[in-house]
């Protein structure tokens, strides 16, 4: 049987949708657009394509796909959702942060907008507001690993460290492993004096990804505050072997070259 052009824009949207989360925004766009030739008022046809032509960086297109989209379903949130997430990527955090006031006020338990809100408060530098957000998607659903990651590096920021400490450590309980998350909460170790924690998270997340040169540079001044001058010294070195014109190493190096005070 022949599809009609009803499944067939439907089949066009969900690959364009494939070929968007494999990378490939060009051909998604293309897809959506296909999708809809064939069905000029298909809502998710509209948003995804919205979302691809953010993702080209062509953000005029998008916000015409968007308009669209809110048009056809003004109470359809996920046309909101997905505009704040490419007016951010333009830089137009204000107004994304509009995007998902809206959202949040016909949504009030939507923990996705809280934690973006969250994170575009925090790149404003808004730090209390963005605790706030954090605090709201945990009291929401108090599970989720990425909510604790997320508050615990703006606790940091403020340099709250020991509750910084907490919501990282809680986050690693629930699941956050990944290099990131373990070179931060090496950070505020080495914030609290830590220096043998800290480097035991810096080693982790060294382990996870071999190269990582923040996480050896942060290891090698973890070592000089633990006395380790071999740790420093070799870790320094990689650094530079990976990075040249790292400056902070290079210091590292010339710091432990010197010939001790007498």
């Not at 800290?198 to 050896?216: F, K, S």
């Amino acid at each position: 049987d022949t599809l009609n052009e009803s499944d067939l824009a439907r089949v066009y949207n969900n690959r364009g949708a494939t070929y968007r989360r494999l990378g490939d925004a060009k051909a998604a766009v293309k897809d959506f657009s296909r999708a809809i030739r064939l069905r000029p008022k298909y809502f998710r046809a509209y948003v995804n394509r919205g979302a691809a032509y953010g993702d080209l960086g062509e953000f005029s297109d998008a916000e015409d796909d968007f308009k669209e989209a809110q048009k056809l379903r003004p109470q359809d949130m996920s046309s909101f959702m997905e505009r704040a997430k490419t007016r951010a990527k333009e830089g137009r955090l204000d107004t994304a942060i509009d995007d998902l006031n809206e959202v949040i006020r016909v949504q009030p338990r939507n923990r996705e907008a809280f934690l973006m809100r969250g994170q575009y408060y925090r790149s404003q530098g808004m730090y209390k507001r963005a605790l706030e957000d954090f605090t709201s998607a945990i009291d929401l659903k108090g599970n989720e690993a990425e909510y604790f990651v997320e508050r615990g590096l703006t606790l940091a920021y403020v340099e709250d460290y020991p509750a910084a400490l907490s919501d990282m450590n809680m986050a690693a309980n629930l699941g956050a492993n990944d290099p990131e998350n373990y070179y931060h909460r090496g950070l505020v170790h080495g914030a609290l004096g830590n220096h043998v924690s800290a480097i035991e998270d810096y080693t982790r997340a060294i382990g996870l990804r071999p190269g990582y040169v923040a996480a050896l540079y942060a290891r090698s001044l973890a070592a000089l505050g633990a006395g380790n001058n071999k740790m420093a010294k070799a870790d320094a070195l990689k650094v530079l072997e990976l990075d040249p014109a790292h400056a902070g190493a290079a210091r590292v190096i010339k710091t432990l070259d010197q010939p001790p005070v007498r």
